[in-house]
């Protein structure tokens, strides 16, 4: 199993990566001190290292500069969204990619996907998840999705949504939840996102033969993915 190492000081978000991933089928360690990180990263068998910059004691960048000396081993940066000074200097230390915080989980594994296939550490048992639910199917590790046997073309928000409502198929998902799982933050006030997109999805899956949506909404509560 492909093992990841997650080193951040955001508790919170480090629980709701570790359990996604972990979903997907990663083995993933993590720690919020990055002087233990840096020694994880050269004993262990690790295959990619997720690393958030701003963490107190010893920061991401200076992580990323004692890994370098003594290893390879893929390294994902998170940043604050915006800030090219850390973000650059992270690539220029060899970092193989950054994600801007907050960040989907989604996206995240996407990413780890694509530095795996890029630098030739391919997942170890070799299979590409597919989620399905009815006729349809979606292929996290390249974010493609399939609807009665043809491609459905979805925004990578879109994707995102939908790939929350498949894995939970048939249960009521809270809005709160979703967008932790979809958007890796908290819903705000006010913020009306989920349902726009929910909206532009539903009208791709158009209606069921009984005439409902594939995707109802349960006022107040959030939405529910019909099984096929």
Request: glycine share 8%; aromatic share 4%.
């Given at each position: ?149 043809t491609q459905l073309e979805l925004t990578g928000t879109e994707f995102s949504l939908l790939e929350v ?64």
């Amino acid at each position: 199993m492909t093992k990841v190492l997650l080193i951040d000081d955001d508790i919170e978000l480090t629980n709701l990566l570790c359990e996604y991933l972990t979903q997907e089928g990663f083995a993933v360690e993590t720690t919020a001190d990055g002087r233990i990180g840096v020694a994880e990263a050269m004993s262990s068998s690790t295959d990619l290292i997720v690393l958030d910059i701003m963490m107190p004691r010893m920061n991401g960048i200076e992580v990323l500069r004692k890994i370098r000396q003594v290893s390879d081993v893929p390294v994902l940066m998170l940043t604050a969204r915006g800030d090219d000074i850390d973000r650059i200097s992270g690539l220029n230390l060899g970092a193989d990619d950054y994600v801007s915080k907050p960040c989907s989980p989604g996206e995240l594994s996407a990413r780890i996907r694509a530095i795996l296939r890029r630098s030739g550490r391919a997942e170890r048992d070799g299979s590409v998840e597919e989620l399905k639910t009815g006729e349809l199917i979606l292929y996290p590790s390249n974010r493609r999705a399939e609807w009665h046997g043809t491609q459905l073309e979805l925004t990578g928000t879109e994707f995102s949504l939908l790939e929350v409502l498949v894995r939970s198929a048939g249960q009521l998902v809270s809005k709160q939840e979703i967008s932790l799982r979809a958007f890796g933050k908290p819903l705000t006030a006010f913020d009306r996102r989920i349902d726009v997109h929910i909206s532009s999805i539903r009208q791709k899956l158009g209606a069921r033969a009984d005439g409902q949506s594939w995707i109802q909404a349960v006022r107040g509560r959030g939405y529910q993915l019909l099984e096929g």
